[in-house]
């Protein structure tokens, strides 16, 4: 597994898709569909994470 990245990435849109500029100059380019889709499993990962860190840090106190 890579090392996580603590910024968040720019998007933009450009000729009918949406494009994420990745980390090291690496750049993504999807669908609007894709996007809204992955959007979508990112903002659920990025929560379930959140309530995973909030569980391990409340039961170690």
């Excluded at 849109?13 to 889709?37: F, Y």
């Amino acid at each position: 597994m890579t090392r996580p990245h603590a910024q968040p990435r720019d998007v933009f849109h450009e000729n009918g898709e949406v494009i994420i500029d990745g980390p090291d100059g690496e750049i993504i380019a999807m669908t609007p569909e894709a996007a809204l889709r992955t959007a979508g499993r990112l903002d659920e990962a990025a929560l379930d994470e959140l309530i995973a860190r909030a569980q391990r840090s409340s039961t170690s106190n």
